[in-house]
Structures are given as structure tokens and as C-alpha cells.
């Protein structure tokens, strides 16, 4: 017997785009919706699978849902979103210096001062790092934790954006780890010649210049969410 089991078409749902109702299909990105609705040029990409920061919205709902900050790129779309372009200008850091520590830091960035724990950083931040932990790691000298903290990165500058107190989080992270970078016995520069030589670096560039968009953004939100791969 032939059972032929139709696909149930997604769901439609209406969203706003910074005051433009469109509909979209649930499951589907914000950006990928603006693409089906040819309004691609309201918000700015690149990657377009959660690596470059630049796709950052802040969103609302209707209904009182939470809203909050995240990446168009990666973020479903949902009933009665409301979504708000929000870029956010890069910043040129100082230079990093070797044998960071935290008066080096504060002579570079007194901002690091200024931290009221509000927390904002951290709600605010697509990838789930705790910004304002670190920012309290910082003031203490505890850069290897920082550095670890900051792994995950993208650069989207959210953090700073959001911070009322203009105290640079993203900015003094980066800014710790190219230092760490910088400082000889720092461990992650003996590894540094093994990861550029091994097979798997060779993977790396095969994924990323054959791997077909689906695929990257299934990684994209498996590394979001657990930061890893593995
Ligand atoms: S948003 Fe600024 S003031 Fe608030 S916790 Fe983060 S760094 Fe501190
Ligand atoms: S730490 Fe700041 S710059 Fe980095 S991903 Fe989070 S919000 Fe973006
Ligand atoms: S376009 Fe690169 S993170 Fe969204």
C-alpha cells in the first residue's frame, strides 16, 4: 500500500520590521522572512549564520512577551513579533600590551570601574556569555577566566550598546585576550602550530567553503547554545 504522508505547510505568522507588517513562516529567521518579503536592506548582514554580529535587532511582542536584543540571522520569528534594527558602530580597542594585569587594565580602561551590576550586558548578549561576571573577573586580575569567558565572542557590540554606564565590556575582553596573545609563556600559543597544521584545521576550510546554508546554520545554533561543537 502506497502511504503517501503529505508535509504540513508551516504556519503563517505576522510580524513587524521596523514598522512594515509582513507575514512570514514559523520556523523561518527574521531575515530569511525579509528576504522572501523583499525587504532584505532593512537590516544589515553578513554571515548570515551567527558568526559576524552584524545582523543585531532589539525585539518586542505585543502581548508583553519578552523582548530584548539578539541576532536576526539565528532568531525563529514569532506571532506578533516586533523587530527594531539596532547596528551597532564598531569600536577600535587600544593596543593589547604583554603581561596584562588588572592595573594595566585600569589604566587603559578606567571604565572598568563604572560596572553598577545591572547585568544587562549579559541578558543582552545573543551568544550567552556572562559579560558582567567577567567584567567583575576583570577588576580582579583574573584574565585566564576572562579569556575563557570570551571564547565565544562574535563582536556584535550588544553588550556595550546596552550598557548605560559606558563601561566597554566587549572592548576590555578583546582587549585581555590578544594581551594574554601577546604574553609568551601564554599556553594558547604553543597550540596555536599544531591547530594550524592538523587535518582538522584542512575540515575547517572544507565546511566553510562547501557546506550548504542549512547545515551552517544548524552548527551556527548548536554552537550558540552549548559553545561547542562537539
Ligand atoms: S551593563 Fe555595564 S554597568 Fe551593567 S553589568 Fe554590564 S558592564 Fe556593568
Ligand atoms: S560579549 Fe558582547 S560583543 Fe561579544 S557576543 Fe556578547 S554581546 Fe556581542
Ligand atoms: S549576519 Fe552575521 S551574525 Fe547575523
Request: with cysteine.
Amino acid at each position: 500500500m502506497n502511504q503517501h504522508i503529505e508535509a504540513a505547510e508551516p504556519r503563517s505568522v505576522e510580524i513587524t520590521v521596523a514598522g512594515k507588517t509582513i507575514q512570514a513562516r514559523e520556523g523561518e529567521t527574521i531575515i530569511h522572512a525579509l528576504w522572501q518579503a523583499g525587504l532584505g536592506r532593512e537590516i544589515q548582514t553578513g554571515c548570515v549564520g551567527g558568526v559576524c554580529g552584524a545582523c543585531t535587532v532589539t525585539l518586542r511582542f505585543k502581548d508583553g512577551r519578552r523582548g530584548g536584543t539578539d541576532l536576526a540571522c539565528l532568531r525563529p520569528v514569532e506571532e506578533g513579533m516586533e523587530v527594531f534594527p539596532f547596528p551597532v558602530d564598531a569600536l577600535a580597542g587600544p593596543p593589547p600590551v604583554s603581561d596584562p594585569d588588572e592595573d594595566k587594565l585600569r589604566d587603559v580602561f578606567p571604565t572598568v570601574d563604572r560596572c553598577t551590576k545591572c547585568d544587562n550586558c549579559t541578558i543582552a548578549c545573543p551568544m550567552q556569555i556572562p559579560v558582567m561576571d567577567s567584567v567583575l573577573r576583570m577588576q580582579k586580575g583574573q584574565f585566564e577566566a576572562v579569556a575563557e569567558d570570551f571564547t565565544t565572542c562574535i563582536h556584535c557590540g550588544l553588550c556595550r550598546a546596552v550598557c548605560e554606564d559606558k563601561v566597554l565590556p566587549h572592548t576590555m575582553g578583546l582587549w585581555v585576550r590578544r594581551s594574554l596573545g601577546l604574553s609568551e609563556d601564554h599556553p594558547a600559543l604553543d597550540q596555536v602550530e599544531s591547530i594550524v597544521m592538523s587535518d582538522s584545521a584542512e575540515a575547517e576550510w572544507e565546511y566553510l567553503l562547501n557546506c550548504d546554508d542549512d547545515e551552517r546554520l544548524k552548527r551556527a545554533r548548536k554552537f550558540r547554545k552549548e559553545g561547542s561543537l562537539t
